[in-house]
């Protein structure tokens, strides 16, 4: 396949830059210690200068994977599927998802909203960033607001975000790994103070697993 064909399949989502596929526990938010089949998908321009995969930036350095593959992977190891990347929604999620579906596998995304909302979602963790707030109706839609905590401004950050969610959103506060043991007591200040949210941590990372 010549590399205009590629190109064309990667922007209509037949094809997805594929950094890496994992089977694992989800170590984040509400279903954290769920056994989940991860798909992560390069491409990213959101840039946290705190991100703990900037591998996954540069969609060109990842290989086009055709989508049928990646399903067929993901349906041997889990039910729970979690797309991540990178940012998942640069590209249209929508041929991947229904691949999965096709499959009776259920659909997550972790995302920062960025772009608009494309795909069949049984979950969607929205994670806002500063630098590129979401767009579109994806604050209606989330099940997950969960805002990674790197200074005590992020709090108001937090709070501004999750006056735009739907009232049925999970509201989720956590530390950036790097910053955890300075941060963690005012998160938990915090969350004493205001008990609609809660703690998430990354407990992956704890347990020592990807």
Known sequence: MV?????ALVDK???LPLMEEFYTIQGEGFHKGTAAYFIRVGGCDVGCHWCDVKESWNAETHPP??????ANNAAKYSNTIVVTGGEPLTWNMLPLTEALKAKNLQTHIETSGAYPLTGIWDWICLSPKKNKLPEGIIYDKAHELKVIVYNKHDFEFAEEQAAK?????ILYLQPEWSVKEKMTPFIVDFVMKNPKWK???QTHKYLNIP
């Not at 590399?3 to 190109?7: A, F, I, M, N, P």
């Open 3 to 7: 590399k205009d064909e590629v190109l």
């Open 13 to 15: 989502g037949e094809m």
């Open 65 to 70: 994977t055709t989508i049928s593959a990646i």
């Open 165 to 169: 969610v739907n009232k049925d959103c």
């Open 199 to 201: 703690i998430s941590l």
